[in-house]
């Protein structure tokens, strides 16, 4: 079946715009996570959600940063009044069921902040 | 905290040799997992073998395996025959299991393969 997808690809904005990132898990994951990878470093926690709820999101910087997951499928993740230090790829990964279950990774949004 | 550190930034192998990639880990849980992605030029994060705490035996996945230190907080990861399609950045990520899901990474390093 299909992997995680993610959309935008690309995303270019100015400060203090807002955006909207998607991702679409595999079908019937119920875990689905959102990270955030800068240049030159490994992914970095956001949020997690299990169905519709956000189980964890001690990774959300600030309170710019919101995600959802209405219908437990589909996720948004938002940034409001974006600043130019939010440029990164942001990645989705989904997991059957969560605990230890294997992520699996959407290709990423790359985030530009101008 | 947990952390983990990959200090090897950047790794060149011959085409059809083997290369190990280091890869500690610092926990004070009992319970954990371990894992490498390989994520190529185009981004996306592959997921590429997994090693729990408890596991006897070192995780093996074609041509890759996983060599567990638990008492070094080692968890290398061995390509065996290693092909130009291995060139990649590769990240060791650790989940605690009495945590919640998130998975922590490293740094990551850059293998480059070469004929």
């Known amino acids: 079946g299909a992997g995680v997808s993610q959309t935008p690809s690309n995303k270019v904005t100015e400060k203090g715009k807002y955006v909207e990132l998607r991702c679409d898990p595999i079908?019937?994951?119920?875990?689905l996570y959102w990270y955030r990878q800068s240049l030159g470093q490994g992914p970095e926690f956001l949020i997690y959600f299990q169905g519709t709820g956000a189980a964890d999101d001690s990774g959300l910087p600030n309170d710019r940063f919101f995600a959802v997951r209405p219908e437990g499928s589909v996720s948004t993740l938002k940034i409001q009044r974006t600043e130019r230090g939010d440029s990164a790829v942001y990645l989705c990964a989904s997991s059957f069921s969560g605990g230890e279950e294997t992520q699996y990774f959407g290709p990423g949004t790359r985030l530009l902040v101008l | 905290a947990q952390k983990i550190t990959q200090t090897q930034p950047g790794m060149f192998v011959q085409e059809k040799e083997a290369v190990t990639l280091d890869c500690t880990y610092d926990?004070?849980?009992?319970?954990?997992?371990l894992f490498w992605y390989k994520q190529p030029s185009s981004g996306e994060m592959i997921f590429l073998i997994y090693?729990?705490?408890?596991?006897?035996q070192n995780a093996t996945e074609g041509r890759y395996s996983l060599n567990f230190q638990k008492a070094r907080k080692s968890a290398n990861l061995v390509i065996s025959a290693s092909q130009l399609g291995d060139s990649a950045m590769y990240f060791c990520a650790m989940r605690e299991a009495y945590n919640t899901d998130k998975l922590i990474f490293g740094t990551g390093t850059r293998l480059q393969v070469f004929p």
């Open positions: 079908s019937g994951h119920t875990a």
């Open positions: 926990t004070s849980d009992q319970s954990y997992g």
């Open positions: 090693q729990g705490s408890y596991d006897e």
